[in-house]
């Protein structure tokens, strides 16, 4: 499988997509163009990795710790794939578009690994990786879905279910009988505060130890074993 990106691929432009995709810049993530600090630690960032070429290839971001007594936490993913900081290794984009990603603790750090379509030899990949961030995986998938779509510079389309107050939680303030959301310490019609056992605990769709997307229901991470609740 070949990976090509179109000739009038701008990686600034594809980071404010996915900036907007996302709603917000997540901590340690560094997109060429969000802003002067950003692109600083950008330029900064691409003294360490000897393997990048400025003519070969475009950031797309450069992931850093911020550890400053640790300075191989991180890495650089590029148009041409992703750079590891701390191991000799290079993952090419192609062995990313269409895979399945997920994030796994493991004793030295994270074990990123890619599943692959069925048919692919091998089935799958495992890379050694610093990344203690529950916003990688969706992050990644973002981008790759993106990447491999028929038009990578497209904005990316947010859409935000409508969903009534009343009908997305069963809390109601103990003195107005307001509906109010999960997680909610304060009645927003009255002011009263609501009681922690009356407030319904908001549902986790990843893992904020890995990073992997959770099964429906689980108390558990199917993948690191971190209690959710």
């Not at 599943?115 to 961030?133: E, F, H, L, R, W």
């Not at 779509?149 to 009534?164: H, L, T, Y």
Request: include cysteine; glycine fraction near 8%; hydrophobic fraction near 40%.
């Amino acid at each position: 499988m070949t990976f090509q990106l179109p000739t009038n691929f701008n990686s600034a432009v594809f980071a404010q997509n996915i900036i907007a995709g996302i709603g917000f810049i997540p901590v340690n993530f560094h997109f060429p163009g969000a802003n002067p600090n950003s692109d600083t630690c950008i330029a900064y960032g691409l003294k360490k990795f000897t393997s990048f070429s400025p003519i070969d290839e475009q950031v797309l971001f450069f992931y850093d710790d911020g550890d400053m007594k640790a300075p191989n936490k991180g890495f650089l993913l590029t148009t041409k794939g992703m750079h590891i900081l701390g191991y000799p290794w290079f993952i090419p984009m192609e062995r990313f578009i269409g895979s399945n990603i997920q994030l796994t603790r493991s004793q030295f750090g994270f074990d990123l690994t890619m599943y692959y379509a069925q048919g692919i030899t091998p089935a799958s990949d495992t890379y050694k990786i610093y990344v203690p961030n529950d916003m990688l995986i969706p992050v990644l998938r973002m981008v790759f879905q993106k990447l491999g779509s028929d038009d990578p510079m497209a904005p990316v389309v947010k859409v935000a279910p409508v969903i009534s107050m009343a009908s997305a939680t069963s809390v109601t303030c103990p003195s107005c009988q307001a509906p109010a959301r999960a997680g909610q310490k304060f009645c927003m019609s009255c002011g009263t505060a609501i009681p922690a056992e009356n407030r319904e605990t908001r549902v986790k769709k990843f893992c904020t130890s890995c990073g992997a997307k959770l099964l429906p229901g689980a108390k558990f991470c199917q993948s690191c074993g971190t209690k959710l609740y």
